[in-house]
Each structure stands twice: as C-alpha cells, then as structure tokens.
C-alpha cells in the first residue's frame, strides 16, 4: 500500500476518534475515489503515490469548481463546505510550484527540446515541451499554469 493511502487511512481513524465529522467525511471521499480508481480499467492493481496524487489533485479540482459554481448562485454556506474538503485535500497534496519555478521549469523543457531538434521550438512543438515540463513538474503544478508558461515562452 502506497505510504500516501496509508496516511490517509490513519488520519480517517483519528478523525473517527476525535469526531471531526468534516474531515472524516472528506478522507472517506478520498479514500472510496483511490478505490475507484484501483478497480477501474482492466483489472484492479495498487496505485503508487503518484497516482494517488493525481486522484487527489482531481478531487482538490471538483471542490474548488464546485464551490465557485455555489459562490455564483449565492449558496455561501455550500461554498464554505466545498473550501474546507478543499484545504483539507490540499494538507495531502505537494507544495505547488511558484510562478517563479514554473518559468524555469518551461525554460528547461524549451532548452531540452531545442536540444533534441537542434533549433529553438515554436508552437509547433508545444506538445513535446508540455510533455517534459509536466514530467518536470512531479504534480506539483496544474497543468494549465505549466501551459501558460509555455506558450509566453514559445
């Protein structure tokens, strides 16, 4: 069992024992969404902790989607909720990367595929750039920031 889903079961068992009905809610979200994950496909396997990040990075992203969508139609309250599973999802998450950083790493990307093409990339190769900065990466930015940074680069 991967060392993330480990802690997320010891944590449930400590929300159990301390009543934190928030927080027990959420890591059983956390834990049925892992599962989910682990059976789909063709036959069911462990997940690695990458993996399991990436589950979790997802869920981060529904609580926030859904709670700008509650801000929006005045549901505060609802909103509120979906924040807190959010920071709560986020304890478990890696540190994200600056704005700072994310630059660097699309520098890096662009200066190993100028590498392997023998010239400066375009837009052409934004494909291969994103695929070396998001391994770069590690999960620990969005996809869409590692995007940003690319494009005002190429």
């Known amino acids: 069992m991967s060392e993330l889903k480990e802690r997320l079961r010891t944590d449930m068992?400590?929300?159990?024992?301390?009543?934190?009905t928030l927080r027990l809610a959420t890591l059983r979200m956390l834990l049925?969404?892992?599962?989910?994950?682990?059976?789909a496909g063709s036959e069911a396997?462990?997940?690695?902790?990458a993996e399991?990040?990436?589950?979790l990075q997802k869920e981060a992203k529904k609580r926030n989607e859904s709670a700008e969508v509650y801000t929006q139609a005045g549901r505060g309250e609802l909103a509120a909720n979906e924040h807190a599973e959010a920071r709560i999802i986020d304890e478990y998450l890696p540190t994200q990367l600056t704005e700072a950083e994310i630059a660097d790493l699309a520098d890096t990307a662009i200066a190993q595929v100028a590498e392997q093409i023998g010239e400066r990339p375009g837009m052409r190769q934004m494909g291969q750039?994103?695929?070396?900065?998001?391994?770069?990466?590690?999960?620990?930015?969005?996809g869409s920031r590692i995007s940003a940074a690319v494009k005002a680069r190429l």
């Open 52 to 55: 399991v990040i990436a589950v």
């Open 129 to 142: 750039v994103m695929k070396i900065a998001t391994a770069l990466a590690e999960g620990k930015a969005d």
């Open 32 to 39: 049925a969404a892992i599962q989910t994950a682990e059976v």
């Open 45 to 49: 396997r462990e997940l690695s902790d």
């Open 13 to 20: 068992t400590a929300a159990m024992k301390a009543k934190d």
